[in-house]
């Protein structure tokens, strides 16, 4: 099984570690910066027991007869077109797209070509401590690796992530699991940039009532215009007072989870993020005018 992971980030790094120390023919497409530190001293990252060097080949270029078994397109949103298009004429049969967007799936196979799109999001999160990877899976109940379905192909895909040892998740409908969770990470991220004390937000709690109702909000806003809430946790959103989502999202933001999978997230990638943001709420505004 051979498998391209193009993007060198924080998860395109941590997932090609994974899968690469599972046994897997692992190669990581890398530019810039982080193409210049993986060449230097190679895949590094940090581990229960020390900091360990991942067995994968770094390479600058895809060429067309590169066939891999499945690329792992690991990009910010606004690279997403970019890369679709330079993967147009490679033969590799099923590209795995592990990014934030709320665009339709059929806009990128015009790009990429037809039946080769397996919608994904990651379960991970994490940092650079120099040039060595500090990163980790997000617990199996809160998000695993989550992917949608392409004609058969998500079953080798679930194989290869079973064999790593990552938690997933298949669902049906991975456009609406997408919206469903914008609408909860898109406050959670706004509440960072408005905070006086970002590493410190969970303690403001103006700061987590607002971000509270806003989430609250954003899920009765599309109950109400006929979208199905995915997972059907996040309908605890509309069960929970605002009070108590808001002293359970301040005990999260404090957290070591908070850290490692929002608060470094956020404040790595807020050109990202507010683009996601006015994505978001566009796509609300569309829904609402259309009921």
């Known amino acids: 099984m051979r498998i391209v992971v193009y993007g060198a980030g924080v998860i395109g790094s941590f997932y090609a570690a ?67 298009t330079e993967l147009r004429d490679n033969v590799s049969p099923t590209i795995v797209t592990m990014a934030n967007s709320l665009e339709p799936y059929d806009v990128w196979e015009t790009l990429c070509g037809q039946g080769r799109i397996l919608p994904a999001f990651p379960g991970a999160g994490g940092g650079f401590d120099g040039s060595v990877l500090d990163a980790a899976l997000t617990p199996r109940l809160v998000q695993p690796t989550t992917f949608g379905r392409l004609g058969g192909r998500e079953r080798d895909l679930a194989a290869i992530f079973k064999k790593a040892g990552v938690p997933y998740q298949i669902v049906g409908d991975m456009h609406t699991w997408q919206i469903c969770h914008l609408a909860m990470v898109v406050p ?77 997230h956020s404040l ?24």
């Open 188 to 264: 959670i991220a706004d509440a960072y940039y408005e905070a006086d004390d970002p590493e410190h937000a969970g303690n403001d709690s103006v700061l987590m009532r607002r971000t509270a109702r806003r989430i609250k909000e954003n899920f009765q806003s599309l109950r109400h215009c006929g979208i199905k809430l995915l997972p059907g946790k996040m309908h605890v959103f509309l069960l929970l007072p605002t009070p108590l989502i808001a002293f359970v999202l301040g005990y999260v933001y404090r957290s070591r989870f908070g850290d490692r999978f929002m608060y470094r």
């Open 18 to 84: 994974l899968l690469s120390k599972a046994g897997f023919d692992v190669s990581v497409y890398a530019r810039g910066r982080r193409l210049k530190d993986l060449r230097a001293g190679g895949l590094t990252y940090k581990d229960k027991d020390g900091v360990h060097k991942a067995e994968v080949t770094v390479i600058d270029r895809l060429d067309a007869g590169d066939r891999y078994d499945f690329v792992f397109l690991t990009v910010r949103e606004d690279q997403i077109h970019t890369a679709l």
């Open 268 to 291: 790595k990638a807020p050109e990202e993020m507010h683009r996601l943001h006015e994505q978001f709420y566009q796509y609300l505004e569309g829904l609402k005018d259309k009921t």
